[in-house]
């Protein structure tokens, strides 16, 4: 069946979660008309990057087992591409393009270099040094200011199509002026739907079969004749070219780069890590919803807060509660919780075991 | 000239010699029974042999060539095939999971991440002919974990028949199985022996099982080999009598 083939196999398996997947694509396809105004646009376009972003740590955390904290760097990658090729080369599709192609080149020789040391260190050794190197991407961005515009990032413009002024349509369409932000979100949207579903491909390919029997028996794997190194860092690999492209759609958004848009240890930890626990590591859906939930928390959390703090004025105590600097310890309650009564993420509680074969 | 010979193979453990220089040239289309008292160093030959544990000295020559410095994957593609002793499968993925596992190894090497495994129907079909040949195939769709002891033993099987290797290796595949369970793996065994291109190295105990299939036995004792013959001879051996009587001994105490 067609959608078999668009969804490699991997059907939800879950009625919820099929009906939250069916609805988080159309809220998605039609956000610009759903939810009007740049600040929603802003939060759905981040959704987009994120679901990409936390997928394709999920092959690397969910899929081999291996905890890598570089993945941010990758990102950040991505990103410093776009944005240096934008500020530097005549603004244009060629220029994309060159910045993206040639942070796909760097974060491929980095994932294979990572791939080779993973071999030489032990599991904790590996995960500390993957730490010192993202420290070291942050330095490294912030230092060569001639080039990455230091703390202050690059901003720059873009394409013509892309541009804010850019206007196809003299008429709104369903009430809404379509501009170049628009254009822009449904690059953004369509380029995350393709690099999910290819995600999706991969771990449902005969390759992707050979991952999750490595991440159950390594051993095993091996003595069935399978490549342990060459399956783990192809694996590491993907995950960081996905990062990368994930980081590149972030700079076309935001129209800026800098080293806390896309190369911070909030990323890291506050998005990428929590998104795929919280979903579900090993599921890729997981990380899907994790990206919603989280980025919703991040954006709404500390204005409904505010909200409720207003709301519960003259109540004793309450209005400390949910006070709005307190929102990154409610995200933190909402994580524990998620993680307490969900080991397995959100999908794997909706899911329950069942049959991954045929 | 002999399909898989070892070469005064070797591995210490710190000071202590787990395998001894051991030679040993085994034909094709034979059946070699390796016995020992626990603790001898089978497994830990086998271990070698399959590259699951580097050798301090000592070589193994598979198909005439070294391959002593190769991983256990590569031994495995050339054609080595081995069922552990200890159960070694992979717990939450299905019965039929495990073997379509082994049969994607040999019939489809190759990395392959664009197309969707479970569009692959020969290496399904394939994977549910070997489940049949251990008679799992009623147990495809459970997960590894949560088969019986026999079970698992019996899918350890297949995964090795699924490799289709030119050499099985059998450690102890009828250890802890019931009564009802050992004779359907003995016929499976006996069936690969009738092919005349397969060779098979066995490590077992029970010594009727040894003296009806095997061609030949190989005595360790400490890691090193005592005995090696025809079984009629080797049995007769006075070595061989107090290493046999000594696990006759154990496997009373044990009851
Ligand atoms: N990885 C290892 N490290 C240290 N000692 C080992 C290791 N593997 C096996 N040995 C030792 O080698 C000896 C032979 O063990 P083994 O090959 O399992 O015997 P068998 O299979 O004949 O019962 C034992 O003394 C065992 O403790
Ligand atoms: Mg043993």
Redesign the interface.
Known sequence: MII??IL??DRPRSRLLGALLMAAFLALAFAPFLFPGTKALGVASRICIFIVLAASYDIVLGYTGIVSFAHAMFFGIGAYGVAIALSNLPVGWGAIFIGLGGALVVSAVLAVAIGFISLRLRALYFSMMTLALASFALIVATQLRDITGGEDGLTFSLPHLLAVSYRPFAAPVLGVRIDGRIVTYYLVFTAATALFLLML??V???????L??IR??E??????????V??RT?AGT?GALMATCAGALLALVLRYNGPSASLSFEIMVDSILLMTVVGGMGTLYGPLLGAIVIVLAQYYLQPGMAALAEWTDGVPLLPHLFNPDRWLLWLGVLFVLIVYFFPTGLVGRMRG?T???? | MPILETRALTIRFGGHVAVNAVSCAFEAGTLTAIVGPNGAGKTTFFNLVSGQLPASDGQVIFKGEDITALGPHLRTRRGLGRAFQLTNLFPNLTVLENVRLAVQARLHPRVDLFSMAARHRELLDAAHGYLDRVSLGHRARTRASVLSHGDQRKLEVALMLALEPDVFMFDEPTAGMSVDEVPVLLDLIEAIKQDTSKTILLVEHKMDVVRRLADRIVVLVNGTLVADGKPAEVVALPVVQEAYLGIRRKEAAHG
């Open positions: 078999d083939t490699s196999g491909r991969i449902n390919s005969p390759f992707g079969r050979v999750q029997a159950e028996n051993f095993r794997a091996q003595a069935l004749g399978f490549s342990v060459l399956h192809l993907i075991w049959e991954p074969d045929e």
